[in-house]
């Protein structure tokens, strides 16, 4: 056995509380205290391994550091699959932590540390529910769950699928759960508690299997940890601290009838840790010894307060090795590597170890297969997963194609994650992001210029802010940094860096920030100015009132005046007077800020006397000296008169929270009743008509570009007056009159149209040929649309029609719109006559209709009130590259910004299967919009969407319906009514854009292997 | 294990400031100051940030600060955001005359509802460009001639743990509220909660 003391691996001093072996084995996390915040760190296990790596200055060793728990970190867990880390601590929360990827090494903004992080390790979910620390965590078998367990009494079991769904919360345990270990073959959960219990909770039905006392019925609750384990072969479960005959041990459960007979005995104070090694081993077989056949049998690793570590073999009376006085202080967590032959061990004195064995120690590891075997062996076939996933993970994929889109699935997965090896290699960032096209250079150089500002009504500036990359995609611009020229942090002088951990010992005033360090080369204070210093605190005024000197040879080497430092670390107060600006933040300064400067500063001044006489020889460098006075500090010595000067910083002038009115909420409070009871509606249905103007213009096409000009009265004939419609198509022009005022005019690339005073409808070809002859209408005209050949009339008596000139023919011949203008004060907000000739009408209610002439029905379309819209989540199922389905008809009434699945990231708490089902819901909606729209690239574009979902959710019959669908019958029938196509697109080419989609999940491989090979009949054929 | 627990509910700090580009660094005095920041938002934010430049005229005293400019960047949405923060120079005449050459310092900070949770600080050094000036500077400083050079390797980044969720001062002035970006707002915060409400301790915490 090797043992190893990597110093390198600490929380600068503060305790480590946690500590777990990535499953590859090439990294290691540790859990524990920060500098004012609880701190996970990732590491390189070379350098551990091998000694040669840890003196490679090119290999890194710390790889990532997370600050963003509050308090201290208690446990750090890798999923069994190495994609995740979870953290939990004392401020209650869970973290759940993804390997970002492309992004290349960084520092974290502002810190001085030269440790820039190797790997980018992202929090993806917060997982709240604990109401006090969380003490373990821990993934079960396959992942499917990840428990954590809290010094509130409970252990919540959540949904390691559906971050950050919770599947229940075990309640039971009346003292602070402090530890927790899954069953390897995944029946059961087993938790220990300072209520002097061990709780075994069956994963079927989250019911107590069984609740054991008595070992633990002498125990007293002052253990930091109460970290148990379930052996690799499921037979036993060893708990942490448990008393036999006042003796501390560490008590071994069996699984056959939870008998508590057999203990490790042998610490002299509590065990707070227990951890088997993953393997399961058999006697190494002597070279000539007669093969017997041994029985298998596990190894474990106990730690307790006592500071020693004891390892022991199941088939062994004795330990195999037990270490005394490893650390200063007890044991709190154990890591086995998986090949079960080293073993990291860290403690609360803020230091690790780490532990090599050989196979002759331990024996030999029994392969999966053998482990499988005695799995099956001793829990038969239903030993049984619970997952489904689990199972699909050794699903043989039966077909090429299959393969090849798994292959390209899990290809995105590796960029994904990164691959698991902490090489520097596998993290050279991709440079030059692409954001529409345009490189994050290219943004940044225009920025200034692009970036929208406005004014609020109060006149502030307000910029929005430019977004470089979506949180949720986890598709993080490349290296960001790599490509600035400054880098703040990481380009920092190195000899700045040793001040941070001296600084850090001064406690709470630098807790949150990094105090200036007290430079040992650039700032040398001369004796006088000192002294001066000296003289000035023995006047008994503040002794802040130091003269200080600086070395400022070159404009980049300005050093650290003390004078100024405060100002980095107060909070902003009220400014009163000069500034012009509103100081709005002034109402949460801590009373003792000033007081805390106060004697940080004191402290300062201390540090550098001491350090003036060693930089004594470095001050031939100075070639100017400058001194500054530190402000009074009279501020320092009352907390009171800080509090004054708070109340004077005005209020903020911005927006607060108010009660939300949304438009659409109001809508249709009495409508249908109404509408039913009133005799004449139709009296009270009246849309606004266009008034008379002397002249205009409108441009009606774009490609060919198509102008009209219409001047009224333009001459008097007879008594009459004639208007002119003047047309331009392409530089063409041609010009008709019309014996009335023109009121409205609308165009297409085909056909113009205009409506006259005296309710009649003019239709001209593009050209200038009269179509039809001249319509007359009931009422005045409303709106007025051409699109293609068709014309769309809506007049002020609320009548719809549409004619189609091609064809000379009514697709909707005067419709009232009485059915779904209900409600007092709906009205016509918007209408619109699509490419294929359907009439949309969009209404001030929020809701948009079309009139679909085969159903002679008007449908629903687009309901911006919609709740479905606005809690439908398919922004997994977007397609990668987002283009917008732009311009379709659907998009416009939906509104551009349709932000559909908004709501959604704030409805965490709505269940899963809720949330499917509103989406669900929405996509349909979406498809079948599409589809009475006749719009055919939103049809795609959503028919794609739709069928990602289903992929992504497994919903096969949904999925299989679709499929039959669009593939129709393979064999021609006269009989059938099976159309070819939809919307002119070809449902089978729809089919094959959807296989690979489909080919993604691997549970629907047989779906996909039946409907790509009756294409391919159907295409030979 | 920690036993001390925090009275007001603890939320983890929504946006990460990930990096500050000073730009057109150093410059002639009179140039506004650029500086381009990056940050990173965990969830969407219902209000906008305020982002301020303060600039410390004189180490003697806070009368001297001027606060050059405060935005209000939003909406926020979860995701890494950028944006360029331009404000103009310091008001020359408010510098006591004997601080406009030299180091000072120049504070970027940043509050969400009325809490400020980070400050960065910068070292600026004022000097004159030509070595004569520089030599004899004129009593009454040229600030034509001076330049502006801000320490930008430096950094100084103090982060304050605040309360996310609820406001800090009570809801005064509701009529600047814009309803579009406040649709999403949770029912309001109530007005009058306890006052350290965004007061979270500091302090490292003991845990032996």
């Known amino acids: 056995m090797k043992l190893l003391k990597p110093s390198w691996v600490s929380h600068n001093g503060k305790p480590i509380f946690s500590v777990d072996i990535h499953p590859d084995g090439t990294k290691f996390a540790t859990g524990g205290q920060g500098e004012d915040s609880g701190k996970v760190m990732i590491w390189n296990m070379a350098p551990v391994l091998r000694e040669e790596d840890e003196k490679n200055e090119n290999i890194p060793k710390m790889l990532c550091q997370m600050d963003n728990h509050l308090a201290c970190v208690n446990c750090v867990r890798w999923s069994n699959n190495g994609l995740y880390l979870a953290s939990g601590g004392d401020d209650k929360l869970v973290m759940v932590w993804k390997r970002a990827a492309f992004i290349g090494p960084s520092t974290v903004f502002g810190s001085s540390s030269k440790l820039a992080n190797v790997e980018q390790w992202r929090c993806v979910t917060i997982l709240r529910n604990h109401t006090g620390d969380v003490m373990d965590v821990a993934w079960s078998p396959h992942d499917v769950w990840l428990a954590s367990c809290s010094v509130d009494n409970t252990i919540v079991i959540w949904n390691a699928r559906k971050f950050p769904e919770m599947v229940t919360c075990l309640r039971g345990h009346t003292g602070l759960v402090k530890g927790l270990t899954w069953d390897p073959v995944g029946k059961y959960i087993a938790s220990q508690a300072d209520d002097h219990s061990l709780k075994v909770w069956r994963t079927m039905d989250w019911q107590l299997e069984t609740n054991i006392t008595k070992p633990f019925s002498e125990c007293g609750g002052t253990t930091h940890v109460l970290r148990l384990s379930w052996s690799p072969d499921g037979q036993y479960l060893v708990s942490a601290h448990a008393m036999n005959n006042s003796g501390p041990t560490a008590q071994i459960v069996e699984r056959d009838g939870w008998k508590t007979n057999m203990d490790f005995v042998g610490h002299r104070k509590a065990v707070t840790v227990v951890k088997f090694n993953p393997k399961i081993f058999k006697k190494k077989q002597k070279n000539g010894g007669s093969p017997k056949p041994s029985c298998p049998y596990c190894c474990c690793a106990v730690g307790s307060k006592d500071r020693s570590l004891s390892v022991w073999l199941t088939s062994l009376k004795r330990p195999l090795v037990v270490i005394h006085d490893l650390f200063d202080k007890s044991i709190m967590d154990i890591s086995w590597t998986l090949t079960g032959l080293g073993i990291l061990v860290c403690s609360m004195d803020g230091t690790v170890a780490y532990l090599d064995f050989s196979l002759d120690e331990l024996g030999d590891p029994l392969n999966e297969e053998e482990k499988n075997t005695i799995h099956q062996n001793i829990y038969g076939k239903s030993l049984a997963i619970t997952s489904t996933e689990a199972q699909l993970s050794t699903t043989i994929i039966e077909n090429p194609e299959m393969l090849k889109y798994q292959q390209e699935r899990q290809n995105a997965a590796q960029a994904g994650s990164g691959p698991g090896g902490a090489g520097l290699e596998s993290t050279a960032p991709k440079l030059n992001s692409v954001m529409n096209g345009e490189s994050l250079e290219d943004i940044r150089k225009n920025l200034l210029k692009k970036q929208v500002e406005t004014r609020t009504a109060d006149g502030r500036r307000r910029i929005t802010p430019l977004c470089i990359a979506q949180l949720d995609t986890g598709d993080f611009s490349p290296a960001l940094f790599n490509s600035v020229p400054i880098l703040p942090g990481s380009s920092m002088p190195s000899q700045l860096t040793p001040q941070l951990s001296s600084d850090s010992s001064q406690g709470q005033a630098s807790s949150l920030g990094l105090r200036p360090s007290h430079d040992t080369l650039l700032t040398s204070p001369p004796p006088s100015s000192s002294t001066k210093g000296l003289e000035d605190n023995k006047d008994g005024q503040s002794p802040t009132h130091v003269k200080q000197s600086l070395l400022l040879t070159s404009a980049s080497k300005i050093e650290p005046m003390k004078a100024l430092d405060s100002r980095f670390t107060e909070r902003s107060k009220a400014t009163p007077g000069v500034t012009a600006v509103i100081s709005s933040t002034a109402g949460l300064t801590p009373l003792d800020s000033r007081a805390k400067d106060g004697s940080s500063i004191l402290k300062d001044v201390k540090n550098k006397e001491e350090t003036s006489s060693d930089s004594e020889d470095k001050m031939a460098a100075i070639n100017k000296n400058l001194s500054f006075t530190k402000r009074k500090a009279d501020l320092l010595m009352d907390g009171g008169e800080v509090v004054e000067k708070r109340k004077k910083g005005r209020p903020r002038k911005d927006k607060m929270a108010t009660p939300i009115s949304q438009p659409f909420t109001q809508v249709e409070t009495e409508g249908p009743s109404r509408a039913a009871a009133t005799p004449a509606p139709v009296a009270a249905l009246k849309l606004p008509t266009p008034s008379i103007q002397k002249a205009f213009s409108l441009q009606v096409s774009m490609e060919p570009s198509v102008f009209l000009e219409v001047e009224n009265d333009v001459s008097v004939v007879a008594g009459s007056k004639l208007s002119q419609l003047r047309c331009s198509r392409d530089g063409r022009e041609w010009d008709t009159l019309l014996p009335s005022s023109v009121v409205t005019a609308a165009g297409s690339s085909d056909v113009i149209a205009v409506a006259c005073e005296d309710r009649m409808l003019s239709v001209f070809s593009s050209c200038g040929r009269r179509l039809l002859p001249a319509i007359q209408l009931a009422t005045p005209m409303s709106a007025l649309h051409c699109s293609s050949h068709f014309v769309m009339a809506l007049t002020a008596g609320a009548r719809l029609s549409v004619w189609d000139v091609q064809k000379q023919t009514a697709l909707v011949k005067n419709e009232s719109l009485l059915t779904i203008m209900s409600g007092a004060d709906t009205t016509v907000s918007q209408s619109l006559l699509t490419q294929q000739g359907v009439p949309v009408i969009g209404l001030s209610s929020g809701k948009s209709y079309c009139f679909n002439s085969s159903l002679e029905t008007w449908t629903l379309i687009a309901d911006k009130g919609d709740s479905l819209v606005q809690c439908a989540d398919f922004r997994s199922c977007l397609p990668s590259h987002d283009a917008p389905v732009s311009s379709g008809p659907l998009a416009v009434m939906q509104g551009r910004n349709l932000n559909a699945g908004r709501l959604a990231s704030r409805l965490s708490s709505t269940p899963h299967h809720l949330q499917q089902s509103m989406t669900l819901a929405f996509l349909e909606n979406q498809l079948a919009a599409a589809l009475t729209l006749l719009s055919a690239q939103e049809y795609r574009y959503w028919l794609l969407i739709y069928a990602r979902f289903l992929v992504n959710e497994g919903s096969e019959y949904r999925l299989r319906e679709l499929c039959k669908e669009l593939l129709g019958p393979v064999h021609k029938s006269a009989a059938t009514a099976w159309e070819p196509t939809t919307l002119g697109l070809r449902k089978r080419e729809l089919l094959r854009e959807l296989l690979p989609v489909i080919g993604q999940n691997l549970r629907f491989q047989r779906l996909f292997t039946e409907y790509q090979e009756q294409l391919e009949l159907l295409r030979n054929k | ?208």
């Open chain 2, 1 to 208: 294990m920690c036993l001390s627990r925090f009275s007001a509910s603890v939320t983890m700090a929504k946006v990460q400031v990930l990096n500050v580009a000073v730009l057109d660094n150093p410059s002639p005095f009179g140039n506004p100051f650029q500086f381009e920041i990056t940050f990173e938002c965990m969830e969407d934010l219902p209000e906008d940030l305020e982002w301020k430049i303060i600039y410390v005229g004189s180490a003697e005293s806070e009368e001297y600060d001027q606060t050059l400019d405060s935005v209000l960047v939003g909406p926020v949405p979860a995701g890494r955001h950028m944006f360029v923060f331009q404000a103009d120079a310091p008001n020359t005449g408010l510098i006591p005359e004997s601080d406009a050459v030299g180091v000072t310092v120049v504070l970027i900070t940043c509050t969400y509802r009325g809490q400020e949770f980070i400050r960065i600080g910068y070292y600026v050094n004022n000097e004159y460009t030509d070595p004569e000036l520089r030599e004899n500077p004129p009593i009454k400083p040229d600030y034509t001639q001076l330049q502006r050079n801000i320490l930008a390797s430096n950094p100084r980044v103090t982060r304050f743990h605040i309360n996310w969720e609820g406001c800090a001062e009570r809801m005064e002035d509701s009529e600047n509220v814009d309803p579009a970006s406040n649709s999403m707002l949770p029912p309001s915060c109530l007005p009058g909660k306890a006052p350290p409400l965004g007061l979270l301790p500091d302090n490292s915490m003991d845990c032996l």
